[in-house]
Structures are given as C-alpha cells and as structure tokens.
C-alpha cells in the first residue's frame, strides 16, 4: 500500500504476521548525485548524520539504538542513501522517533567531525585490503571515462580529506527533503497505526527539493588491464558487460542465463572452470542492475599461472553458449523461473531485506512494483529471447587482472 503525504513524502506499507517491525528510510542522495569534485560526500553524511541531533547527543543516539533496534545500520550505494532498523511491534514508534530525530535534526557538530573523517579514511583503506573488492574497483575505473561509478562511492583520500563540515550540511540541505525521501514499513502493526506514527514524526517536515535525476551511462573500455601486487597470493580477475540498454523483458532473459551460466556449482562457469578444470576456487556472475551501475559481471579467483587459461575458457564458453541452440529448453527455462522466484523469495523472507528492497526500487525506479513485475511471466521467456539477449551483451568485455 502506497501514500502520498502533502508534503511530497512516500509512504509504503507491508502487513506481515508476528511480532518485528521493519523500516527503511531512502533517500535519492547517494554517490550518483555527486558533482565530479566531491566523491565520498554522500557517504559522508551517511556518516555524519548520527554525530548528534538538537535532542541527542551521539552516546545517547547509540544507547538508545542498542535498546531498540535488533538490527539497525546506514548504507550509501551509487544511486541511493538508506537507513533502516527492526524493532518489535511494541518499540517501533519509538524506533521511528529515533530515527526521526537523527534525519530531521541533525546538528552536525564540529567536534568529532574531523575524528569521523579519519574514521572514513580508514574504511578507505580496509575498502583497499579487500582483494576482490580492489579488482572490481580498479576494473570500473579502467573500463569507463566519465561514469561516477568509476571512482568509489567511498570517495578518495584527497577528495575524503577536502571534505569539509560546510559541504555537508549543504548536501544536506540540498537532498534531503521530503520529496526526495521514500519510507517502507513492513509490520504486524495495522496500517492505520503506522501511518500515524510517520505522520506524527514526518508529515509536518517541510523542505523544498528541485534535484532532476541524470545518469549518464557510456560504453566501456573493451580492453584487458593487468595490476600487480606483490603482497598477494592468488590472481584475480573481473569481467564487466553494460547492461544499460535492455528493456525489462531481455533483463528478465539475462537474469534467467545468468542461473545456468554463473549461479551456484552446477552453473556452466562452475563446472567448467572449477570441477573439470581446478582452474578456480571461486566463479560466478551476477547481474547487477541498479540504476546508474547496470553491469553484467564475472569474477574468478584463480592461480597466476592459471590467468590465461582460465581466461581463455571463459571466452570460450561464452562463445559455446551464444550458439548453442537446444539448451534452453522450455522444460530448463521452467526451472530457471521457479529457481529464481525461490531466491527472490527467501531473500524478502526477512522483512529488513524487503524493506530495503521497495524503499530501493521506488528510489530507482519512481515504482517499487517493479520488484513484482520482474517476476511475472518468465515462462513466457524463450531460448531465442536468451540468445539475443546474450549475443548482444556478452561482447567487448573489460577485463581486469590483479596478479601478484
């Protein structure tokens, strides 16, 4: 059920039994909606927003959370910010009055804003110790020129440490407002009961927001780049595919292909290149289609003398199943569908994850049904719609290597 408050907020409920309440509370003020010379800014008050409130300061924002929420955290992606919790049923007001207060009253204070830059540097460099995060990074950075996703959404060191407590409070100022603003709540309560709790600590917020949402994709670099680090083990390497051009029905193709060709050990890459050949611990693909990333990946964890090989056999599989007619059969593609409902399913299984997942696609997509839609009529997919899909996405990779 979806409201509209007269102040431009989006309100959307989801009853479910028991005895949890859920929330998620979007905004479109993620790393997209940087300019060029303020990456990480959009991460950086994520970060700074729960520093203190005209009502609370930071320790009594933290005990508070500690006694309400069985979970609760804060997210910047590229296309969006989000901060979400699960309460019991009893607690939720309570739940909302906190989280109310940290996004509507933020006080931003300079003491501790500079200990909180440290802090985001020194996720920066946890974000670099990841191996298979590194090569992802480094492949985006390679393969596009002027897309925002080329750069972290965690910012650099130099643009981090230009960040000042000004910019914040403007990008503040600027994004969040309540028609930029999207909130989700998944509950045992009734919907009247919720409604009036958003309406006591949302609908009187008042705060103009004329943004218009660009993105602009572009075709990526088809070349192979080679990283070396000497302070690693094994190799690494990422493939990446636009995706930015397809329609909602050849998504739901490439997201029935992907099953079979890089989901779990029975996939086409898994058998391949890990059962058959031990060319690789670990292999799989994804399709990664948030607003302003649209990629198709593969990523692969194998030996330094095992590089070309394994390479190779990805190309040459990719080759194989573009042409091979016959193996999509409806009786395979019925199973896909099925599959892929069931882990649609048991990732909404927990209400959080709903919760994020329609704040998300209304953020998006200016429509959370299209969560639902994305289901439908998937045994309506044909073999020929698989192979058109493949043929013209699986072409002019970005290949990224890291090795040590």
């Given at each position: 059920?979806k409201?509209?408050?007269?102040?431009?907020?989006?309100?959307?409920?989801?009853?479910?039994?028991?005895?949890?309440?859920?929330?998620?509370?979007?905004?479109?003020?993620?790393?997209?909606?940087?300019?060029?010379?303020?990456?990480?800014?959009?991460?950086?008050?994520?970060?700074?927003?729960?520093?203190?409130?005209?009502?609370?300061?930071?320790f009594?924002?933290?005990?508070?959370?500690?006694?309400?929420?069985?979970?609760?955290?804060?997210?910047?992606?590229?296309?969006?910010?989000?901060?979400?919790?699960?309460?019991?049923?009893?607690?939720?007001?309570k739940?909302?009055?906190?989280?109310?207060?940290?996004?509507l009253?933020?006080?931003?204070?300079?003491?501790g804003?500079?200990?909180?830059m440290?802090?985001i540097?020194?996720?920066?460099?946890?974000?670099?110790?990841?191996?298979?995060?590194?090569?992802?990074?480094?492949?985006?950075f390679?393969?596009?020129?002027?897309?925002?996703?080329?750069?972290?959404?965690?910012g650099?060191?130099?643009?981090?440490?230009?960040i000042?407590l000004?910019?914040?409070?403007?990008?503040?100022?600027?994004?969040?407002?309540?028609?930029?603003?999207?909130?989700?709540?998944?509950?045992?309560?009734?919907?009247?009961?919720?409604?009036?709790?958003?309406?006591?600590?949302?609908?009187n917020?008042?705060?103009?927001?004329?943004?218009?949402?660009?993105?602009?994709?572009?075709?990526?670099?088809?070349?192979?780049?080679?990283?070396?680090k000497?302070?690693?083990?094994?190799a690494?390497?990422?493939y990446?595919?636009?995706?930015?051009?397809l329609?909602?029905?050849?998504?739901?193709?490439?997201?029935?292909?992907?099953?079979?060709?890089?989901?779990?050990?029975?996939?086409?890459?898994?058998?391949?290149?890990?059962?058959?050949?031990?060319?690789?611990?670990?292999?799989?693909?994804?399709?990664?289609?948030?607003?302003?990333?649209?990629?198709?990946?593969?990523?692969?964890?194998?030996?330094?003398?095992?590089?070309?090989?394994?390479i190779?056999?990805?190309?040459?599989?990719i080759?194989?199943?573009?042409?091979?007619?016959?193996?999509?059969?409806?009786?395979?593609?019925?199973?896909?569908?099925?599959?892929?409902?069931?882990?649609?399913?048991?990732?909404n299984?927990?209400?959080?994850?709903?919760?994020?997942?329609?704040?998300?696609?209304?953020?998006?997509?200016?429509?959370?049904n299209?969560?639902?839609?994305?289901?439908?009529?998937?045994?309506?997919?044909?073999?020929?719609?698989?192979?058109?899909?493949?043929?013209?996405?699986?072409?002019?990779?970005?290949?990224?290597?890291?090795?040590?």
């Amino acid at each position: 059920m979806k409201y509209n408050f007269e102040n431009g907020l989006t309100f959307i409920y989801e009853h479910r039994p028991g005895n949890l309440t859920s929330f998620c509370i979007g905004f479109n003020a993620g790393a997209l909606v940087e300019d060029n010379n303020s990456l990480g800014l959009a991460h950086a008050v994520e970060h700074m927003i729960f520093k203190g409130t005209k009502n609370r300061n930071e320790f009594e924002i933290n005990k508070l959370c500690d006694e309400t929420f069985g979970f609760h955290n804060a997210m910047t992606n590229f296309p969006y910010a989000i901060y979400y919790g699960t309460t019991l049923s009893n607690d939720f007001e309570k739940g909302i009055d906190i989280y109310g207060d940290i996004i509507l009253n933020p006080t931003f204070p300079e003491e501790g804003f500079k200990e909180e830059m440290n802090i985001i540097l020194e996720e920066l460099k946890e974000w670099k110790d990841d191996i298979y995060q590194h090569c992802e990074d480094e492949l985006l950075f390679n393969a596009f020129e002027e897309r925002r996703i080329k750069n972290l959404i965690i910012g650099t060191e130099e643009s981090v440490s230009s960040i000042t407590l000004n910019h914040i409070k403007d990008f503040y100022n600027e994004f969040y407002a309540p028609k930029n603003c999207v909130i989700t709540v998944v509950s045992s309560l009734s919907y009247e009961e919720v409604v009036t709790v958003i309406s006591k600590y949302f609908g009187n917020w008042k705060r103009d927001f004329s943004y218009e949402n660009v993105t602009r994709y572009e075709n990526n670099n088809a070349l192979k780049y080679t990283e070396v680090k000497s302070d690693i083990q094994g190799a690494k390497i990422q493939y990446c595919f636009p995706i930015h051009s397809l329609s909602n029905t050849e998504i739901k193709a490439l997201n029935l292909f992907n099953l079979s060709f890089g989901e779990g050990t029975s996939s086409i890459l898994y058998d391949e290149i890990r059962t058959k050949n031990g060319f690789a611990y670990e292999i799989f693909s994804s399709v990664k289609n948030e607003y302003g990333i649209k990629l198709f990946n593969i990523v692969l964890g194998t030996s330094k003398e095992n590089i070309d090989k394994a390479i190779s056999l990805i190309n040459s599989k990719i080759e194989e199943v573009q042409n091979n007619t016959g193996f999509f059969t409806r009786e395979k593609i019925n199973s896909l569908a099925k599959s892929y409902r069931l882990k649609r399913e048991l990732r909404n299984e927990r209400s959080i994850e709903l919760t994020k997942m329609i704040t998300t696609y209304e953020i998006m997509y200016g429509d959370y049904n299209l969560m639902k839609e994305e289901l439908v009529d998937l045994e309506n997919i044909t073999e020929e719609d698989i192979l058109k899909v493949i043929n013209k996405v699986l072409v002019n990779p970005s290949i990224q290597i890291i090795t040590p």
